[in-house]
T-cell receptor
Framework: EPEVTQTPSHQVTQMGQEVILRCVPISNHLYFYWYRQILGQKVEFLVSFYNNEISEKSEIFDDQFSVERPDGSNFTLKIRSTKLEDSAMYFC???????????FGSGTQLSVL | GDSVTQMEGPVTLSEEAFLTINCTYTATGYPSLFWYVQYPGEGLQLLLKATKADDKGSNKGFEATYRKETTSFHLEKGSVQVSDSAVYFCALRSNAGSYIPTFGRGTSLIVHP
């Protein structure tokens, strides 16, 4: 069964460093998403992406964040200068139809020290 | 804005026990409601959904009924198995304003043999 894959599964970084989280969505899907979950809190929406551009973003997704689809398969989330409060599990998702039945990766646990 | 509230976990049950995981929501309009499940080491996957009031979503022995009067979508299963041990996420997708799915914090279920 096709699945969304995320790498790495764990990422440890120092405050102020840049990190890139990588995702390979399901190949025929057109809509891509990033969510995050801080420990003990809700899963929060960050950004959605369609047709090579951001279609919607939340207040969390400020200038420190960016997304890119550098080739036909990868979808990346970059955090330019990480803060302690960026520590969270980051989930990538994709869907064939916008906002319907999302398929999620298993997440990248980001720890900012 | 839209929000989903789930009961705190973990919920710990013996095999064959009855399961209820509570979920209530706040939304404008008439949202679609979802339950996603995350098995250990995997991504979230859609378990069931309901798109209008009084609809019942069901899958793999799990059921949830869309109750508009109580703004609830509680997940139930008559007889849980060890293999049901996972984290369960309630979610909604509004049909007004943002169409991006909004998730709860997840409820961990642990089933003992």
């Amino acid at each position: 069964e096709p699945e969304v894959t995320q790498t790495p599964s764990h990422q440890v970084t120092q405050m102020g460093q840049e990190v890139i989280l990588r995702c390979v969505p399901i190949s025929n899907h057109l809509y891509f998403y990033w969510y995050r979950q801080i420990l003990g809190q809700k899963v929060e929406f960050l950004v959605s992406f369609y047709n090579n551009e951001i279609s919607e973003k939340s207040e969390i997704f400020d200038d420190q964040f960016s997304v890119e689809r550098p080739d036909g398969s990868n979808f990346t989330l970059k955090i330019r200068s990480t803060k302690l409060e960026d520590s969270a599990m980051y989930f990538c998702a994709s869907s064939e139809v916008g906002n319907e039945k999302l398929f999620f990766g298993s997440g990248t646990q980001l720890s900012v020290l | 804005g839209d929000s989903v509230t789930q009961m705190e976990g973990p919920v710990t049950l013996s095999e064959e026990a009855f399961l209820t995981i509570n979920c209530t929501y706040t939304a404008t309009g008439y949202p679609s409601l979802f339950w996603y499940v995350q098995y250990p080491g995997e991504g979230l996957q859609l378990l069931l959904k309901a798109t209008k009031a009084d609809d019942k979503g069901s899958n793999k022995g799990f059921e949830a009924t869309y109750r508009k009067e109580t703004t609830s979508f509680h997940l139930e299963k008559g007889s849980v198995q060890v293999s049901d041990s996972a984290v369960y996420f309630c979610a909604l997708r509004s049909n007004a304003g943002s169409y991006i799915p909004t998730f709860g914090r997840g409820t961990s279920l642990i089933v003992h043999p």
